[in-house]
């Protein structure tokens, strides 16, 4: 291994193990005694090499929020086995591609997607027999639609919860949210918390909830977060590309 090679596996199991031991804080201090969330480490931007980095040093779950650079990391790092979740938004004529890597996908938010992913999803299965793709609804919480940071209105939830539910290769994990700029994420994680809470009242297995970044994933844990999606407080800020 190269010189610069060691120094960024050293800093990248530095930063890691300090997410973690905050992740261990947080969930001690909100009195969880559940199991401890999934770690989702969102790469995007990031190259192939720091993701194989990642992977060696325990990493089985990470994110990417574009088609195409999450399917050319895919492919190039298909030998390590990981978990792709794809967390950003998604154009239905993308859905091909995805069904063909991604084991989650945390961002539907209409029934047309649900469409392309029912049959992107049976035609991948037809041939490798892939398993489910693990389906969550992005909700948002934005009552300023101006400042929309993706995801269905609440009041649209329960159609597309059923119709997800209904979906062949589908399977129907939780809801899904990024904090609102400029208001309290503990504000936005207890709507997100009651929108689970209904939820599950009508679908028991959908008790996922993907909420948490590097600036709230305390607030996250705090109100019930399944999966958390760290990007920057362990691969360093983004280089500011495309
Ligand atoms: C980039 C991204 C993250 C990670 O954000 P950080 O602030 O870097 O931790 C999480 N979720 C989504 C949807 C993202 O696009």
């Known amino acids: 291994m190269t010189a610069e090679g060691t120094a960024r596996i050293s800093e990248l199991a530095e930063?890691?193990?300090?997410?973690q031991r905050r992740i261990g804080s947080a969930m001690t201090e909100a009195g969880r005694g559940d199991g401890v969330p999934t770690l989702i480490v969102v790469t995007k931007?990031?190259?192939?090499?720091?993701?194989r980095r990642l992977a060696a040093l325990g990493v089985g779950d990470v994110g990417e929020n574009r088609d195409q650079e999450a399917s050319s990391k895919a492919a190039e790092l298909a030998d390590l086995g990981l978990n792709w979740h794809f967390v950003g938004q998604l154009q239905s004529k993308k859905a091909k591609s995805v069904a063909k890597y991604a084991h989650a996908v945390h961002s539907i938010d209409r029934t047309g997607l649900v469409d392309g992913l029912e049959r992107a999803i049976a035609a991948e299965q037809d041939r490798t027999g892939r398993g489910a793709l693990q389906c969550f609804i992005q909700v948002s919480?934005?009552?300023?639609a101006g400042a929309h940071?993706?995801?269905?209105?609440?009041?649209?939830?329960?159609?597309?919860?059923?119709?997800?539910?209904?979906?062949?290769?589908?399977?129907?994990?939780?809801?899904?949210?990024?904090?609102?700029?400029?208001?309290?994420?503990?504000?936005?994680?207890?709507?997100?918390?009651?929108?689970?809470?209904?939820?599950?009242?009508?679908?028991?297995?959908?008790?996922?909830?993907?909420?948490?970044?590097?600036?709230?994933?305390?607030a996250a844990i705090r109100f019930g977060a399944t999966h958390l999606r760290i990007g920057s407080d362990i691969l360093g800020s983004r280089p500011t590309v495309g």
């Open 45 to 51: 931007f990031h190259p192939a090499a720091d993701i």
């Open 149 to 218: 940071r993706g995801g269905a209105t609440p009041g649209e939830v329960p159609l597309l919860a059923d119709r997800l539910a209904a979906a062949d290769g589908l399977e129907l994990a939780g809801v899904m949210a990024v904090a609102p700029l400029g208001t309290s994420p503990e504000v936005a994680f207890e709507k997100l918390a009651a929108m689970s809470v209904s939820l599950v009242a009508v679908h028991p297995s959908a008790t996922a909830i993907s909420a948490g970044m590097s600036q709230d994933l305390e």
């Open 15 to 19: 930063r890691l193990a300090a997410v």
């Open 141 to 144: 919480l934005d009552d300023d």
